[in-house]
């Protein structure tokens, strides 16, 4: 049987699927699917350099917005407005493509980790992560993955490999 997005197995009553990878190098832009519906990738070419983000709504699965933010050579402001914007109860999903760190700063990760990120705080230059937190959540959420930007270990050269991800978002419950 195939499941939505893809995924390995079903999931249970009142969750979302959902699966995304990370960009890969700066070639192949990140992908993000929820219950599925690609909310973004390079085919929808609605994904760019920096943090690509979906919004989706916490109650309903629905999408309600997909934005990117060129955390290189960009301004992060616009992120840090963008992020205090999110309504309660909102589903966030973050993928980093290309370079997702570099223009970061400690407002803009504080946001973040208040979303449920852990790696936030670590996230540097070329590094690969993506991420599937909710705003008002009151725990960290399990949906993370990030690789380190390392020369030894890296797939392409300059970064490394993509970081994939898949699970089973609880429906907010009123």
Known sequence: PRYKCGISKACPEKHFAFKMASGAANVVGPKICVEDNVLMSGVKNNVGRGINVALVNGKTGEPLDTKFFDMWGGDVAPFIEFLKSIQDGTIVLMGTYDDGATKLNDEARKL?????????????????????????????????????NNKD???????????????????KQD
């Open 153 to 171: 270990t890296n797939k392409y050269e300059g970064w490394p490999e993509v970081v994939e991800m898949e699970g089973c978002i609880p429906q």
């Open 112 to 148: 973040i980790a208040d979303l449920g990120s852990t790696s936030i705080t670590n996230l540097g230059f070329r590094d690969n992560w993506v991420f599937c937190g909710g705003k008002g959540i009151k725990t960290k959420s399990p949906f993370e993955q990030h690789i380190k």
